[in-house]
């Protein structure tokens, strides 16, 4: 710990702002700055070169010329509007004719907001409020949050901090009223939650009890009412660093993942780093483990620990000094890392069930994991591993869905995400039309930007990758791909699929250091060098949701067009949309329009984070809207549309990350201004909140 000249504790020195970066604060304590230090991707792939080649060639055959070196891979679509379908519907989907414009949630987009604005705009005949706020407390016993008597087992009692994925599911029942909420808690910010000369030994267990994950129940008048939690409620939980979590898959059991703690390699304490989601046809929900690699002091010096952003330096939280675990160089801890990584399912309505790490879905830096269910009945995962440069993953089970709620159905469900082949994505330019042959309908024009195919990694329980075992594969999933050449991508983040189409949506959040010096430059799914602003990559699987080839194109280029004449938004006009930057997390509403929230705008394009609506077909294909903007230093996580009941929910992550105690950035969501008394409930400080938009 170091301190300010005004006395504020801070986690790290020398934490000021970096101009046109993200903010340093929260680099440092959510991914351990892993934009600064060098995850060890020693992969060549250099067959990239070709498909720029291919792309070059094939522009050439068509007199297109460069179009210009920051749309140089961007496909033919972005030299030539895409043509705008007849109000008849002709080349429209089924999805489009039928659900796209006929959301019940109108509303007028707002205008971008500046980034240093503390507020949470919101469109006009729009209100919101917070359901539950970071200390809330969960259970009957729980103390009221104090900001001045923070303690370790207070903390463990209330609601965790720095939220992401979030869903709400209905209670069986419950007739439109009940509900559970179903939160992660991400990262922690002690410079900003605890006062100068709080106990440094106490502020760690306080930092470690605020991680984890949540399930609180909701209760409403009706449905045009706003939620609120319940105080005590049966399926309220914590899931602390302490937590049990079994490890299933080809992976438990094995010498890899045992420890003095856990001889056996079966029982994981808790889960660290989470950050996005998914929830499954059959009502569980699935966390990401992303940046755990912060958490741990190892030695550094293996190929491993070197992929994974592993090394020997002290930690920003410094949890080594209290739980040893968390320096693998202690006898009996050198697999500690290895347990961490994993995707994690929860059963949200047994609060005494057992949550899991599945280990047959791989191990890396997940931003989450998304469930489809294949014609075939198999169910599918897409997962994103959020690093500059790495890759885009699927999972296929190996056992198919049973539909139903009998006890019968739900122990198979339960099981499907334990066994399965594993997939990594590499892009190719040029996909023939005629390929097509799976879910989705042929975009207007009849041609995608390109090709792909899903290398396999393990198929039918056997290591598809020479010299390694499953369990190595598994436990080593970076190091298996980098093996077989994928495409590097700008660090794809959320993957969901649309119910609606089967398309798949890939969010690249961004990739700053694309084309730099010794960096692979543009390639045609990754199209811009120094990739500020991301963009979105559309994937139609040509043989079914789980074959192995698929068509993709890009849905848009990010970017504020007035400022970026790269931006490409499908062809729609660039004056007509919303300026966007750093997708994040991604969701669909029920008529299957795409939402999408982002994490890092300011730093981009000087606006506030927030959240916008997409359409994905038709004459308004590539349309941007901009919902909501998030406060002061935040990030738009988790949004959850529910468009039939005109509400949209987001969770509020690190307001005011870049302040300190004693000089606060944001007082979201209670605006107590700085030295007034605060009311009962409120605090002079930001606290990050899951809030519901709904008609005013």
């Known amino acids: 710990m170091s301190a300010t000249p005004d006395g504020t504790r801070t986690l790290l020195p020398m934490l000021g702002h970096t101009k046109g970066k993200r903010s340093p604060v929260t680099c440092a304590l959510k991914c351990d700055n892993a934009c600064s230090g060098e995850v060890c991707n020693t992969s060549a792939n250099g067959y990239f070169r070709d498909v720029a080649a291919t792309a070059m060639s094939r522009r050439a055959v068509l007199g297109l010329g460069a179009v210009g070196a920051a749309a140089v891979v961007l496909g033919t679509s972005i030299t030539g509007a895409q043509p705008a379908a007849a109000d008849s519907g002709q080349g429209l989907s089924d999805a489009a004719r039928k ?18 604005v503390d507020a949470l705009t919101v469109p006009k005949g729009f209100t919101w409020q917070p359901i539950i706020r970071w200390g809330d407390p969960l259970f009957a016993d729980s103390p009221a949050f104090d900001v001045t008597r923070q303690s370790a087992a207070a903390q463990a009692r209330q609601f965790g901090y720095n939220n992401d994925y979030t869903d709400i599911l209905p209670m069986p029942g419950g007739k439109d009223k009940r509900a559970v909420l179903f939160t992660n808690h991400e990262y922690t910010n002690e410079n900003i939650m605890l006062p100068a000369g709080f106990d440094p030994a106490e502020g760690r267990a306080i930092g470690r009890a605020a991680h984890g994950l949540a399930v609180v129940e909701l209760e409403r008048k009706n449905k045009n009412k706003p939620w609120n939690y319940v105080q005590g409620a049966a399926n309220n939980r914590r899931f602390l660093t302490d937590t049990t979590y079994e490890l299933t898959g080809p992976v438990a059991g094995t010498d890899l993942v045992k420890t003095l703690d856990d001889p056996a390699g079966r029982s994981i304490r808790g889960t660290l780093g989470n950050c996005s989601g998914g929830t499954t046809p059959w009502g569980t929900v699935l966390s990401g483990e992303e940046n755990f690699n912060g958490y741990f002091v190892t030695a550094g010096t293996s190929a491993e620990d070197k992929r994974y952003g592993l090394t020997s330096k002290p930690t920003a939280r410094g949890w080594e000094q209290d739980e040893p675990r968390f320096d693998t160089r202690n006898p009996g801890y050198a697999n500690e890392t290895n347990r961490f990584g994993w995707i994690v399912e929860v059963d949200p309505f047994d609060p005494q069930s057992t949550p899991r790490k599945h280990s047959a879905m791989g191990r890396f830096k997940h931003e989450g994991a998304n469930v489809i269910v294949g014609r075939d009945g198999h169910v599918v995962a897409y997962m994103g591993d959020d690093e500059r440069f790495d890759y885009l993953y699927k999972f296929v089970s190996a056992g198919t869905y049973r539909s139903g709620d009998s006890r019968e159905a739900r122990r198979n469900n339960m099981n499907l995400l334990s066994e399965g082949n594993l997939y990594v994505a590499r892009f190719t330019g040029d996909s023939p039309a005629a390929e097509i042959t799976g879910t989705g309908a042929l975009p207007s024009d ?63 959040t961004n990739n700053s250091d694309r084309g730099k010096a010794g960096k692979e430059g543009a390639t045609e799914p990754n199209p811009r060098t120094e990739n500020r602003d991301g963009h979105i990559v559309e994937i139609t699987e040509t043989r079914g949701q789980g074959g ?35 997708p994040d997390n991604l969701a669909f509403d029920s008529v299957g329009n795409l939402w999408i929230s982002t994490d890092g705008a300011p730093s981009s394009i000087g606006y506030a984070d927030g959240l916008f609506k997409v359409t994905l077909d038709g004459k308004e294909r590539g349309r941007v809207e901009q919902f909501l903007a998030v406060p002061r230093d935040a990030e738009t996580c988790g949004p959850i549309v529910h468009d039939e009941e005109r509400s949209v929910f987001v969770a509020v992550q690190h307001p005011g990350e870049d302040g300190s105690f004693a000089a606060q950035n944001s007082f979201f969501p209670d605006y107590v201004q700085a030295g007034s008394t605060p009311k009962p409930g409120q605090a002079r400080i930001p606290r990050p909140s899951i809030v519901q938009v709904y008609r005013s």
């Open 446 to 508: 009849g041609a995608f930007d390109g090709s792909g195919e899903w290398l396999p990694l393990v198929v039918d329980g056997t290591s598809a990758v020479p010299g390694m075992s499953v369990a190595q594969v598994l436990t080593y999933t970076r190091l298996a791909a980098d093996t077989v050449a994928p495409t590097k991508m700008d660090r794809c983040e959320d993957v969901q699929p649309s119910l609606t189409t089967g398309k798949i949506y890939v969010a690249c």
């Open 99 to 116: 659900g796209f414009k006929n959301s019940k949630l109108k509303f007028d987009a707002i205008a971008p907001v500046a980034a240093d």
């Open 548 to 582: 192995t080839r698929f068509a993709w194109n890009l849905l848009l280029v990010a970017g504020d067009p007035a400022k970026n004449p790269s931006a490409y938004f499908s062809g729609f006009p660039v004056d007509k949309v919303s300026p966007i930057s750093c």
